[in-house]
């Protein structure tokens, strides 16, 4: 079993919806949460980061984290055909460096 | 642009030839990670190094690769004798580690598109 579960989707939606990307993890000790936005042939750039259990907002974008349930999400407001792109959670712990990543999932925005 | 750079950004060898990638960072950065990406997967962990002292290295790097940062700077990713299955995305990051703070942003590169014949 991976530490890090995604759903690799692909998921399409309607210009203007509300997208929402989930991940779940099984290591406790992963303490810091990150949300990863890779257009095709990219690297992938930071979106969000977050430490603590509760919602974060910035723009569009708000990241939420439930570390008693495991549970990471992303939610898009008004979801431009910009927005199209693969979105990677990440994860790691204080003293642990490296990044672990969920699969991705591959989002479309139909305009 | 002062970003992550990534140098040569495609290539296509044969299988058993080396191959050696070079990644820039961001100049003030002294950490520099190596992840290998897989087509529908998300990166994996391969190295990193705190300015020219390699502190981890995961079991995915196997004996044929090896990473360098010699002053500090950049750094060369070299994989001898190319297998198929080393076809993949190598992606560099770095980030600045501050003394006392809790947590450091990655910033990627472009990533190196490597194919194996």
């Known amino acids: 079993q991976k530490e890090v579960e995604q759903d690799p989707g692909p998921l399409s939606v309607p210009e203007g919806a509300i997208v929402s990307l989930n991940c779940t993890y099984s290591n406790s000790a992963f303490q810091y949460f990150m949300w990863y936005r890779q257009y095709s042939r990219k690297g992938p750039e930071l979106l969000m980061y977050?430490?603590?259990?509760g919602n974060k907002e910035d723009g569009r974008f708000t990241a939420q984290v439930d570390k008693s349930s495991k549970y990471i999400s992303l939610f898009i407001r008004d979801s431009q055909p910009s927005d199209s792109a693969t979105y990677l959670c990440?994860?790691?712990?204080?003293?642990?460096?490296?990044?672990?990543f969920g699969t991705g999932t591959r989002l479309t925005i139909i305009p | 642009d002062t970003g992550v750079s990534q140098d040569p950004r495609h290539k296509i060898t044969k299988r058993g030839q080396n191959v050696t990638f070079r990644c820039d960072p961001i100049s003030e950065h002294n950490r520099l990670y190596w992840y290998r990406q897989t087509l529908g997967q998300g990166p994996e962990f391969l190295t990193y190094f705190q300015n020219e002292a390699q502190l981890e290295k995961s079991r995915l790097l196997s004996d044929r690769f090896s990473a360098e940062r010699p002053k500090g700077s950049f750094s060369t990713l070299e994989i001898q004798r190319t297998e198929q299955g080393d076809s993949a995305m190598y992606l560099c990051a770095s980030s600045l580690d501050k003394r006392g703070s809790l947590q450091e942003t990655q910033y990627f590169g472009p990533g190196t598109r490597l194919l194996v014949l």
């Open positions: 990440a994860m790691n712990y204080f003293g642990n460096e490296k990044l672990t």
């Open positions: 977050t430490y603590s259990s």
